[in-house]
């Protein structure tokens, strides 16, 4: 039967007005798409809490303070140490004067020139108590900070001054050879005096932002997005010239939406994913090992914990290899010492291989026997551990190592916040703990000094060790001051404070199209060395 | 019709107001509570740092103290810095969030009401039929799903594997068509059944005979009649609703990424940030006793006999 005119009719406008709405949406989107032509889309980890240097303390703020800011030291596209607002440096013999001479071209990004004085005035700014900067520590080396810092002294008595606008001095309390290293760290990054002065704790507003960065602050929506522009007074020229962080705490969120095509690259994706990804987008994904230490640590300040018999029966019978391979399964790498490995200057102590699994079992169990532990008295602890399937698979492993031995282990956990306050007062029998720090064996083992208070969570305290890193922190000269620290290593892996457990690995996925990414164990990307690949890179 | 009297407006408008300030103390205290600090980050403080952080922020004061400024501060409408984003007060950050959850909450609820009182009305029309046992079937299973788990369906199927929408974000309007289709399943699916439970019951009444021996229509019968007398339990069941409509948005503006103060609550509360969790309450317990304070005299407007009674 034919249809009538009528339908005919009707059902052509419908599809008409199909078709035009249809039209709309792609046009919507290609509108999208070609914006994204354009700018840059980054996930990062989390919302930052600040974009002042000064007063930040995540890494994922250190990501955009990065772009936003250069220092004396920066990095180099593929993550290592490179002179940056500094063209060279020298130091003293006896390692306590260090000058840097600046470059010459220095402007901040409203054209002003930037020059040593503003170095001496951020560094006074951090220290000030009244900044209340969290990381202001990270600069105690600088002679007479810690005083300035508690308002012992005038931030003038601060050891840095300035030679001329193109010199800077920093003098020290005690010689410290890794201070080109510490310099890459935001709090050493300088600040727009002139804007602070006229607008104050507002010069964090787009607004008012000037920095001396390849980018300046353009949009920060909380929670939602933070727009780059590229720096027209940067020193040198950028292919990305705009760029936007989203910000992702959930991983599946970030995840979801670089499968969408919404993202360039993302911080982060779920471990689980890691075997779907390796199939389905392994021109994506970007693994690399982190500079980082994860481990256990006993509360020394709680029976049987003060015991070394207890803490050496319990730590030998980890296995970090099982733990990192079959546990984790997330490129992790197992860490048998307390420094991780990627640390090239520093050689860890070697490890006395000469126990097979099935005797290491049998001597722990002489060793808590010892103690006053058997199959009739079990010891029982409390293993705490963060909130998140990785580290409860991780702390259940080792539960389950420790029940070889009759050991009986509850575990506990936090949020991350809850955890580390608990970390910090000692409220725990064993907890599970991580560091991601620097490139240097100082960094690690000074956790375990009984000197850095609270962040040597489990009051671990040897007079052998202590004495060690005290000499090591006289002297100058790096190879010196790392055998001592190998040594003092040696000491702690004897005594078992704490468990090495592994090193974390990046897991980012990075749009193929996206040149200049090298992954490296700082997992540090630097906008201002990214291209999309139809455009030229940056000589 | 008359409106209610002005006692009875009075009345519930101190109660609200009473109802907002018991919320805000009580979370004032529980905030303070729970285990950790504001200032436990990822990095440890030493203790000079921290004294000062706390100083600049007067948490060294007694807590009797801390409450007073802060009610004197809320009094003048200043819900304080916040502890976490030292770049915000709250209230910018309440501004900056509120936009999005309000677009989004309305949307949800439009959604919800239309396709509920919909899918109720037709349901509740031809009852026992096999359309109302499907239609029914249907929404307890949707019912029975939480956000939690609709949400993610959501995007996987629409923005990963069909890449029609985004998957999360608060760009455009686009960004908003998965998230309150989210949020306003469970809701749609109550109002539906609301609905329907009215619609049944009042086409047993007395009066409906008489319209209908009268000659009424069936659409005029079903929307003079019918319609206006089953939505009264739809209308109570809003105030409610609402409330539950903002906690349902704390998940999904946390699971599709969306820059609301549902978000900035989750966020908050992981990260020990006392004024922004404050602040997120007094916006949300505002919102809500105001929504129940209109649904009372809404009801008192269509049914005297309650502000009679009481």
């Known amino acids: 039967m034919p249809l009538s005119l009528v339908y005919r009719q009707f059902s052509l406008k419908r599809c008409c007005r199909y078709i035009s709405v249809t039209l709309l949406i792609a046009w919507a989107f290609s509108l999208q798409a070609s914006s994204t032509e354009e700018t840059l889309y980054l996930g990062n980890s989390g919302e930052p809490g600040t974009l002042d240097p000064h007063r930040y303390n995540l890494r994922l703020e250190e990501t955009l303070l990065n772009d936003l800011f250069m220092g004396l030291t920066t990095f180099s596209a593929q993550g290592q140490i490179v002179p940056g607002a500094a063209t060279s440096w020298t130091v003293s013999e006896d390692g306590l004067t260090w000058t840097f001479n600046l470059r010459k071209d220095l402007r901040w990004s409203d054209g002003t020139p930037l020059t040593a004085d503003d170095f001496v005035y951020s560094l ?5 108590p009244q900044t209340a900067a969290s990381l202001a520590y990270f ?29 800077l001095v920093m003098q020290l309390a005690a010689p410290y050879p890794f201070l080109p290293e510490r310099l890459l760290y935001p709090t050493a990054f300088p600040v727009p005096q002139h804007i602070i002065n006229k607008v104050g704790a507002a010069w964090t507003k787009p607004e008012h932002w000037v920095s001396n960065g390849a980018y300046t602050l353009a949009h920060w929506q909380p929670e939602a997005f933070i727009e780059m522009h590229s720096n027209p007074h940067f020193v040198d020229s950028v292919a990305i010239q705009r760029a936007r962080y989203l910000p992702f705490a959930n991983e599946q969120a970030a995840y979801n939406r670089y499968r969408n095509g919404e993202l360039h690259a ?9 075997a779907r990804v390796e199939k389905n987008n392994a021109a994506s994904l970007r693994q690399s090992p982190l500079l980082s230490m994860m481990y256990l640590v006993f509360n020394t300040r709680r029976p049987p914990f ?8 319990l730590a030998s019978v980890v296995d970090q290899n099982l733990l990192a391979d079959k546990v984790l399964r997330s490129g992790a790498r197992a860490a048998k010492t307390f420094t991780p490995e990627m640390i090239t200057a520093y050689q860890a102590p070697p490890m006395d291989h000469s126990h097979m699994p099935g005797d ?3 001597r722990a169990k002489r060793l808590l026997a010892e103690a006053g532990y058997d199959a009739k008295r079990p010891l029982r602890i409390t293993l705490r551990h963060v909130s998140g399937n990785e580290e409860k698979r991780v702390n259940l492993a080792v539960a389950g ?6 050991v009986q282990t509850q575990l506990q956990h936090g949020t991350m916040n809850a955890h580390f306050a608990d970390l ?35 009051a671990y305290h040897s007079a052998e060790f202590d004495q060690l890193i005290q000499q090591a922190r006289t002297h100058a000269d790096v190879q010196s001051r790392n055998k001592l620290l ?34 490296n164990p700082r997992d540090i990307h630097p906008l201002r060395y990214l291209h999309f690949a139809t455009d030229q890179p940056r000589p | 019709m008359r409106l209610p009297p002005a006692r009875y407006l009075l009345q519930r408008i101190i109660f609200a107001g009473v109802t907002v300030l018991v919320l805000v103390s009580v979370v004032f205290v529980l905030v303070r509570l729970t285990p950790g600090g504001p200032f436990d980050g990822e990095r440890q403080l030493p203790e000079a740092v921290e004294k000062n952080l706390r100083a600049a922020y007067h948490l060294d004061e007694p807590i009797l103290q801390q409450y007073l400024r802060y009610l004197s501060s809320l009094l003048t409408g200043d819900l304080g810095p916040s502890f976490r984003s030292k770049d915000f007060t709250v209230n910018e950050l309440i501004a900056a969030g509120l936009p999005t959850s309000a677009t989004l909450g309305l949307l949800a609820m439009t959604f919800a009401l239309i396709s509920g009182v919909t899918i109720g009305t037709f349901a509740g029309l031809h009852p026992d039929s096999w359309t109302d046992r499907l239609l029914m079937a249907l929404n307890n299973l949707n019912l029975a799903t939480p956000t939690l788990i609709t949400a993610p369906l959501l995007v996987l199927l629409f923005a990963v594997m069909l890449s029609w929408l985004p998957a999360g974000g608060a760009d455009g309007w686009l960004h908003f068509l998965l998230p309150a289709i989210a949020l306003a399943l469970p809701f749609s699916g109550a109002i539906a059944r609301l609905c329907r439970g009215s619609v049944v019951d009042t086409l047993l009444a007395d009066h409906l005979r008489t319209a209908r021996a009268k000659g009424l229509g069936r659409t005029q019968l079903v929307m003079r009649h019918v319609l206006p007398l089953s939505l009264l339990p739809v209308l109570s069941y809003l105030g409610p609703a609402s409330a539950a409509l903002l906690t349902g948005s704390v998940v999904v503006e946390q699971i599709f990424a969306m820059p609301g103060i549902g978000r900035y609550f989750v966020e908050g509360a992981l990260n020990n940030d006392y004024t922004l969790v404050m602040g997120v309450v007094v916006v949300y317990s505002a919102f809500i006793a105001s929504l129940n304070l209109l649904v009372d005299l809404a009801y008192a407007w269509l049914d005297p006999r309650l502000v009679i009674a009481q």
Do not use: C
């Not at chain 1, 725990?428 to 375990?448: M, R």
């Open chain 1, 124 to 128: 006074r700014r951090l220290m000030n």
């Open chain 1, 139 to 167: 600069m105690y080396m600088l002679d007479n900070a810690e005083a300035v810092n508690r308002g012992k002294l005038p931030e003038t008595d601060l050891g840095v001054y300035s030679q001329g606008p193109h010199t």
């Open chain 1, 266 to 274: 993302i911080a982060s994706f779920p471990a689980n994913e890691l």
């Open chain 1, 306 to 313: 003060d015991d070394v018999r207890v803490r050496t029966a």
């Open chain 1, 360 to 362: 290491l079992i049998e």
């Open chain 1, 401 to 406: 190592m420790w029940r070889q031995l009759g």
């Open chain 1, 424 to 458: 910090r007062q000692g409220e725990f029998d064993v907890a599970w703990a991580g560091w991601i720090g620097e490139s240097n064996a100082e960094h690690y083992l000074g956790l375990l000094a009984s000197d850095v208070g609270d962040v040597n969570y489990g």
């Open chain 1, 486 to 519: 190998q040594q003092a290593e040696a000491v702690a892996l004897r005594e078992a404070p704490v468990v090495p457990l592994y090193s974390l690995a990046s897991r980012r996925l990075v749009n193929p199209r996206l040149g200049g990414w090298y992954d």
